[in-house]
């Protein structure tokens, strides 16, 4: 059922801060302007997007910084069919036409109101996984296509495959279609679905389980490696992540034509239609907490209140709320008064693991004529995968190979490059600066052994001399320039003890007022998850503010 609540005329409208203009905030900027509040986006770099900045260079490259898979559609369908004081409380999460198996393979992928903003395609197949013996997987997420594949490499393990399926069906349709948008804010709403995950056998390791349905070591890879791209070791993830597969499958993998960076875009011009605002180059210094009384925090006792916030320039800014779509740590760490935090202490906050990091090369190169044998979207995967993820998440050191996500945008989408060249981009797990790793140092030493790679194996012959564009960042972009804790990539790492309840709550536990979004609170990193943590924020919001069909107003009046 859908349940609408149009707000009336206000006396005084409600305020919101948010912080930060990665794809969580603007997608809660769009939804609190539905529910009645007047919201402004303070972003400290000089465009939109966060982790998914987008880069333009002189030379005629566009280059997305971060995120590049995009699934689960009919979530940016959504946000872009929101209206200007018109909230849909209740809408369901999954249509029910969006689970008809139906998958869109050819054309355009998105929806009726997506295509006034974006132009999203299919890409398939999602992923090509090359091995080290060049051997390779194209994983498309049709049945037959995916037992062809099984059946050319480990032919042993088809019906491994078909307990798998069937297995991770289960734990997707539980977890994901189910539990997905539950806030677990309270240690009952946790408990209360243990006995389902011990049943489904998913709090054990995502590699453990699925080594359990394969004996081919090329075949547990396939079925793991995809935690990776959300910042989670598939050695130490719960196996509630095997829904990942099941999301992929269900609703595909998409590319927004122009890249990421022309999805944010849309949803920077969606908010501003809906009366939204959004300030560039306001970085937040403080996130300004009174004492019940209107005071400031001297002392961890009595009710704390977000009022507002305090520029680096020095300005200050009252809100009603305030939102942090910013690193999760560095929020509690640097923004919110020790005084204030008793739950979000230090000691926690700096004792919670981190995801891993990340040397990321963006590079241009001249077309030669010759077909590259990759895809839209290539795994190349080195000759070890337990050690190295061992090296990476708990020794923290650079090993002696590595393996690397090679995204080639431009077999989809040319204009990305000057006419004749192709814009590329590799990312290569590597520890977070807790390790102690001087970047300066082994930085320039990595990204030529990449290159080295790509070239000596043949995914990009004569890449030296084709090369007319490189540049590329290490944690210490994370850290410096997105201002994440020990420049972790993808927030506090997604292990069994930061899941769920035990994850960063969307609704501060310290401070009344203030909230989370994105990749760093429930439910965590990706992009249809911190599209997902924006809507499970906007109910925390209405419910603290009754906003609800029998209190329409309730929202934008005193």
């Avoid at 539990?179 to 995950?197: A, E, I, Q, S």
């Avoid at 719960?238 to 829904?243: S, V």
């Avoid at 320039?444 to 590329?472: M, N, Q, S």
Wanted: charged share 25%; net charge negative.
């Amino acid at each position: 059922m859908t349940i609408s609540a149009t707000f009336s005329t206000p006396t005084r409208r409600k305020t919101a801060l948010i912080v930060g203009a990665g794809i969580g905030g603007l997608s809660l900027g769009i939804r609190l302007q539905s529910l009645g509040f007047d919201t402004t986006i303070l972003e400290r770099l000089d465009g939109p997007g966060g982790r998914a900045y987008q880069k333009r260079t002189e030379d005629g490259y566009v280059f997305d910084m971060g995120p590049t898979v995009i699934t689960v559609p009919h979530f940016i369908e959504e946000l872009f069919a929101l209206e200007r004081d018109h909230a849909a409380l209740t809408t369901p999460d999954y249509p029910p036409h969006t689970l008809s198996g139906e998958r869109v393979r050819e054309g355009d992928s998105g929806g009726p109101r997506t295509r006034e903003y974006v132009n999203l395609v299919p890409i398939l197949p999602f992923y090509r996984i090359v091995f080290d013996d060049a051997t390779f997987f194209d994983y498309d997420g049709d049945p037959a296509s995916t037992r062809e594949q099984i059946a050319r490499l480990a032919p042993e393990d088809l019906e491994g495959y078909e307990r798998f399926h069937r297995d991770a069906q289960a734990i997707f349709e539980r977890g994901f279609l189910e539990l997905g948008y539950t806030h677990f804010g309270d240690l009952p709403t946790m408990l209360r679905v243990v006995p389902d995950l011990l049943k489904l056998d998913a709090v054990r390791t995502l590699f453990s389980f699925t080594s359990r349905y394969f004996s081919s070591d090329k075949l547990r890879q396939v079925f793991s490696f995809e935690t990776l791209l959300i910042g989670g070791n598939p050695l130490s993830v719960p196996a509630i992540y095997a829904m990942i597969h099941f999301v992929e499958k269900t609703w595909g993998v998409h590319y927004a034509m122009g890249g990421t960076g022309a999805l944010v875009q849309g949803f920077v011009r969606k908010f501003r239609e809906l009366g939204g605002a959004v300030r560039y180059g306001a970085g937040v210094e403080e996130i300004l907490v009174e004492n019940g009384r209107g005071g400031p925090v001297r002392a961890p006792v009595g009710p704390r209140v977000a009022r507002g916030v305090r520029l680096e320039n020095g300005e200050e800014l009252r809100a009603d709320i305030v939102v942090s779509n910013g690193d999760w740590a560095n929020t509690y760490l640097k923004r919110v008064p020790a005084a204030a935090r008793l739950v979000n202490s230090d000691l926690r906050v700096k004792a919670a693991p981190q995801s891993m990091g990340l040397l990321v090369i963006y590079f241009g190169f001249r077309d030669d004529g010759r077909p590259l044998e990759l895809r839209h979207h290539n795994i190349l995967l080195g000759p070890r995968y337990e050690a190295l993820l061992r090296e990476i998440f708990g020794q923290k050191v650079l090993g002696k190979d590595f393996s690397q996500y090679l995204h080639v945008p431009t077999l989809t989408d040319p204009a990305l490059a000057p006419a004749g060249h192709h814009a590329a981009y590799t990312l290569v797990p590597v520890p977070h600066n807790g390790s102690g790793i001087d970047w300066s140092v082994e930085g320039p030493k990595l990204t030529e052994r990449v290159l080295d790679y790509l070239e000596e194996r043949g995914f990009i012959p004569d890449l030296r001399a084709r090369l007319t564009h490189f540049e590329y960042v290490t944690p210490d972009y994370f850290a410096q320039t997105l201002d994440s804790y020990l420049g972790n990539a993808f927030g506090p790492e997604p292990v069994l003890a930061q899941s769920a309840f035990f994850r960063p709550h969307n609704r501060s536990e310290d401070v009344r007022g203030l909230y989370l979004v994105g990749a760093g609170a429930q439910p965590g990193a990706g992009t249809p998850s911190v599209m997902m943590s924006a809507k499970m924020t906007a109910r925390l919001i209405a419910e603290d503010f009754g906003i609800h069909p029998d209190l329409l107003g309730t929202a934008a009046d005193d």
